[in-house]
């Protein structure tokens, strides 16, 4: 629970310093989900223009199929009633009736066909009308009828144009001569009216919404259409409606391909075996009525794919890069000092190498951080130890150069007596037995000294020993610092490593991305796989610079402690010099102590013998004041130099607090990472 807290706190931290950051994952929704989103109109819009021209191109055909039926219906009824209209006129010629017959044959037809319900009449040269009963039909003179001038002209029979009846009504008629073998030519004809004609076209139309009019192309002519006004009325470039005005610029230019008019797909076909065109028509707008249905399926199934590729693109990478934030936050504990922490890995991708890379270096920086920190401890304690020593000997030498001072004024007390001797030989007793007293307690004194020096010689050779110990200490730390410092360098060079992986692995989806598209629709689902790849190629190579900067800074400081090292070690070389200066100056000291110890034993034995050479007495006080100058000059330079040791061992207990206090500057670095568990 502390670990966990402590991670949260850190990702805090860094996302303070940061100022606000995102999530990798919103990051890639918010790039893959516009591209999925563009990429689902376009494929809208594409499937919309296709299924567009689809659409006519099926209209075009299912018009033009409709047609041909339309047309070959029409040919199939016209070449009905004319087979029925010729057998009756075979029937005629077969049976070669005279008129009575003739007017019962054809009696017998009258009403049998519903296309022409007045079945076949016949009129000849002369003037003459055969009709059956019950037929509803007045001729009164058949050589005025269009229908008789054409049946002239033709054995077969066959149909005409188009014409007017005694009724007002159009009809068109099929005739043909008669060959009953009498001497007057005659002439079979059968009716069909053209509203006849136009419901046969217009139930003939296959195509929903669809239209057609029949035109006879010798005058225009409309022969059929579904508005009954329009039939018999001609055709014109002039006329109101721009489909009809269109159907006459294409049949007067004979042609006949299916073209666009006026927001129409018209459609031509030739009647067979007639001078008949067929036109059907249909709306764009009705056409395209289904294209608009379906575009509008389509963008509801788009919206509901990109709502379900949304989730499906956050589920998955959001289990993808789940090991990442872990990852994240391990880091960000890092940052903050944190190398408690142990990174769990459970994936085998670029993210687990990552994860386990940055385990060995918690582990690495763990290790090498303990190690500093009990190197830096042990040279806390040596520093300690340091101070004790140089404090002790500042000490013992501020009591020697008391003493040497008591001496020198003793050696001035006594230069006086010897002087007094000379001038006073009457108090020659009296000065002898208080020179002796003090030659007594100068002996004491020197003896004192020489104990006093023997032991801050001993003192200082400890010290010696001590600044060679912290010396050589100092000098494993920068070897175990420069060990850390390589191991920094191996980790930048392993998050290069990682880096350049990263960098080949875009080059390596790029190449992806152009290869999807140039495999086109096949290759999109390719593309979508290689662009995320990039995305998390990048991301990768983002994280492994944040953690090449956070191993510069890493360095950074171990550049720190080296160089505080190095200063720690030229001052402790320092130390070591005057240390060894100093111990010098303490031979010197010895040998002068006893040197004048010598001379004060001899002085002694010279007062003893003072009574015993009291004749001498001159010539020793004179002697003796020389010696006394001698004595008072070796004890003023003892003075110097005791002095001179006050002062280095001053400067040893100042070097001493200095290495302290680097010391604890180098454990408080140290103490700034974590790499204990809390209890």
């Known amino acids: ?180 073998g009498s001497d007057v030519l005659k002439v079979a004809a059968a009716n069909v009216t053209l509203e006849k004609i136009s419901i046969i076209v217009n139930s003939g139309v296959k195509m929903k919404h669809a239209s057609s009019f029949l035109v006879n192309k010798t005058n225009y002519m409309i022969l059929a259409h579904r508005d009954s006004s329009l039939v018999s009325s001609t055709l014109s470039a002039s006329s109101s409606d721009p489909v009809l005005a269109g159907a006459y ?165 006594l230069a006086l007596a010897v002087n007094e001797i000379a001038e006073n030989a009457t108090t020659l007793a009296m000065v002898v037995s208080d020179t002796k007293e003090n030659s007594d307690k100068a002996s004491e004194r020197m003896k004192e000294t020489v104990e006093i020096s023997q032991k801050g010689r001993a003192d200082m050779e400890h010290l010696s020993v001590a600044m060679g110990e912290i010396q050589a200490a100092n000098t494993e730390l920068v070897d175990s610092i420069g060990k850390v410092g390589k191991a920094s360098q191996e980790i930048t060079e392993i998050v290069g490593m990682i880096s350049d992986i990263a960098e080949e692995t875009n080059l390596l989806s790029l190449n992806a991305s152009i290869e999807a598209a140039r495999a086109g629709d096949a290759g999109r689902g390719f593309a979508v796989v290689a662009t995320e790849i990039g995305g998390l190629a990048k991301n990768s190579a983002e994280s492994a610079q944040n953690i090449s900067n956070l191993i510069e800074q890493v360095r950074a400081l171990i550049s720190d402690v080296v160089a505080q090292a190095d200063a720690s070690a030229q001052s402790i070389h320092a130390n070591s010099e005057l240390i060894a200066e100093a111990v010098k100056t303490f031979d010197t000291i010895f040998e002068n102590i006893q040197s004048t110890s010598h001379v004060i034993d001899d002085m002694i034995a010279g007062i003893s013998k003072v009574d015993e050479v009291s004749s001498n007495v001159a010539a020793i006080s004179e002697e003796q004041a020389a010696s006394a100058d001698e004595i008072l000059e070796t004890s003023k330079n003892m003075v110097e130099q005791a002095q001179a040791i006050t002062a280095s061992s001053q400067d040893v207990a100042d070097n001493s607090h200095e290495l302290a206090n680097t010391s604890e500057t180098l454990t408080g670095y140290v103490q700034r990472f974590k790499i204990t568990k809390a209890d």
Do not use: C
């Open 1 to 180: 629970m502390k670990s966990k807290a402590r991670k949260k706190k850190a990702s805090r931290s860094v996302t303070k310093k940061r100022g606000r950051t995102r999530k990798i994952r919103d990051k890639l929704l918010g790039l893959i989900m516009p591209a999925v989103i563009v990429t689902i109109v376009v494929l809208v819009v594409i499937s919309s223009l296709l299924t567009r021209s689809e659409m006519q191109e099926l209209a075009v055909s299912t018009l033009e199929g409709s047609i041909a039926n339309q047309s070959d219906n029409i040919n199939a009824w016209l070449s009905k009633n004319l087979t029925n209209f010729s057998t009756i006129k075979q029937a005629i010629e077969g049976t070669k009736p005279d008129e009575a017959g003739l007017k019962t044959l054809l009696t017998t037809y009258v009403g049998k066909n519903s296309d022409s319900p007045n079945g076949v009449y016949v009129a000849d040269t002369n003037g003459k009308v055969y009709i059956g009963e019950g037929a509803d039909l007045s001729i009164s003179k058949p050589a005025d009828e269009q229908w008789f001038k054409e049946g002239l002209t033709r054995i077969e029979m066959a149909y005409g144009e188009p014409y007017q009846n005694a009724d007002g009504t159009y009809v068109i008629s099929a005739s043909g001569i008669v060959n009953d």
């Open 249 to 413: 610029a294409k049949i007067s230019a004979g042609d006949y391909t299916t073209d666009q008019i006026h927001g129409y797909t018209v459609a031509f076909t030739e009647v067979p075996n007639t001078n008949w065109v067929l036109v059907s028509y249909v709306a764009n707008s009705v056409i395209l009525q289904d294209v608009t249905r379906l575009i509008i399926i389509l963008l509801i199934v788009g919206v509901i794919a990109v709502i379900i590729i949304s989730i499906l693109i956050r589920l998955i990478v959001g289990r993808v890069i789940k090991p990442l934030a872990t990852i994240t936050e391990n880091i960000a504990a890092m940052s903050s000092g944190d190398f408690t922490i142990e990174v769990s890995n459970t994936s085998n991708d670029e993210i687990g190498i990552m994860g386990d890379q940055v385990d060995e270096f918690v582990g690495s920086m763990r290790n090498m951080l303990s190690s500093i920190n009990d190197e830096s401890v042990k040279l806390r304690r040596q520093s300690d130890n340091s101070d004790t020593v140089s404090r002790n000997m500042y000490d013992a030498s501020q009591s020697q150069e008391e003493a040497m001072a008591n001496l020198n004024h003793t050696v001035d007390e």
